[in-house]
């Protein structure tokens, strides 16, 4: 799952002097889509791999909290920045929240599909959208994307019941339950990051989330009983190959190609992601693994990903003097 830790930074004014630089750095920006719609797609590949034969919360928790070890102090030589007590308990918040999603979705996938993971995930921008709506000085959203919202969760209902409905198995329930609590967590955590205090450097931010995240994913492993359970003779080369995809691809090269096309691509563009990496994460898993792609997930995929381009693509509602009244989380 990509982390969303900092706000969009403003895309360059088209008729001003960067047009010529943006023109030049095209081919980069259409390695770095690539990179994420490919990258991130097969992370939900990496973690059913990784599952085998490691544990989930230990998987994720390995995952990000070497993530930060490597960034941590690279970035602290880089950037010149130490971060304050505020953007530390912002990282713990946020982290915590983010890659406990992350490792719920490693349990999850240890009974679901990647690709079917991958979609039940791509609700996050749904829950986003609610969850911005009721917290305090929340927007209301536009008709179209209560629409696309109505749409989305009957794709949900669709994936998990009733069972053998034309001819095709449902998903686990169980595993879509804990895959509906991970979205809403990270989406939770995002909004939070956004409205939080963090450093000016997002990777710096990712480094922090991963370190206090990782620790945390950790200590849940451990009272969850995965600690105990760990043989690291039992963990299987295809496993380890997959911590690393993960660590290496996953979470430094996508993540830098999330951060450059956010810099050099429009808003609408980068949000194509969000349905993209569910296709490429179907597709990876019934080439790899064999996983069944059956109609009842076909005609899920097109609900779902139907949603989330309405929600995406919806034009934003300004807040009334009655919303701006309320009281907003200080912007970083």
Not at 131 to 137: F, I
Request: net charge positive; hydrophobic share 50%; glycine share 10%.
């Amino acid at each position: 799952m990509p982390t969303r830790t900092v706000q969009d930074p403003p895309i360059a004014d088209p008729t001003s002097s960067g047009e010529q630089r943006h023109v030049k750095m095209a081919p980069l920006v259409i390695l770095a889509f690539g990179l994420v719609y490919v990258v991130w797609g097969s992370t939900y590949l990496g973690m059913r791999i990784g599952v085998e034969s490691i544990p989930p919360l230990l998987l994720a928790g390995t995952r990000h909290l070497i993530t930060g070890l490597i960034l941590y102090p690279i970035l602290r030589w880089r950037t010149g920045e130490r971060p304050t007590g505020q953007q530390w308990r912002t990282a713990a918040v946020t982290g915590t929240l983010l890659m406990l999603a992350n490792g719920w979705v490693c349990v999850a996938e240890k009974t679901v599909p990647s690709g079917v993971a991958a979609l039940l995930v791509a609700t996050v921008s749904l829950w986003m959208v609610l969850v911005d709506w009721v917290r305090p000085g929340g927007v209301r959203p536009v008709a179209r994307v209560v629409s696309g919202l109505f749409i989305g969760f009957a794709g949900l209902a669709l994936l998990v019941g009733p069972s053998h409905l034309g001819g095709s198995e449902r998903v686990d329930p169980w595993g879509a339950a804990i895959l509906v609590i991970a979205s809403l967590a990270w989406a939770c955590g995002s909004l939070y990051s956004k409205h939080g205090v963090l450093p000016k450097s997002a990777l710096m931010g990712v480094a922090m989330q991963g370190l206090c995240g990782g620790a945390v994913l950790w200590v849940v492993g451990l009272f969850a009983g995965e600690v105990r359970g760990l043989h690291v003779e039992a963990i299987t080369l295809r496993s380890w190959l997959a911590l690393g995809y993960l660590i290496f691809f996953g979470s430094m090269i996508g993540f830098t190609s999330y951060l450059y096309i956010l810099k050099n691509s429009t808003a609408a563009r980068v949000g194509t992601y969000a349905f993209v990496n569910p296709v490429v994460a179907l597709f990876l898993g019934w080439l790899i693994l064999g996983e069944q792609i059956t109609m009842r997930t076909v005609i899920a995929s097109v609900i779902i990903l139907t949603s989330v381009i309405l929600v995406i693509t919806a034009p934003h509602r300004k807040r009334t003097p009655e919303e701006k009244a309320l009281p907003v989380p200080e912007e970083a």
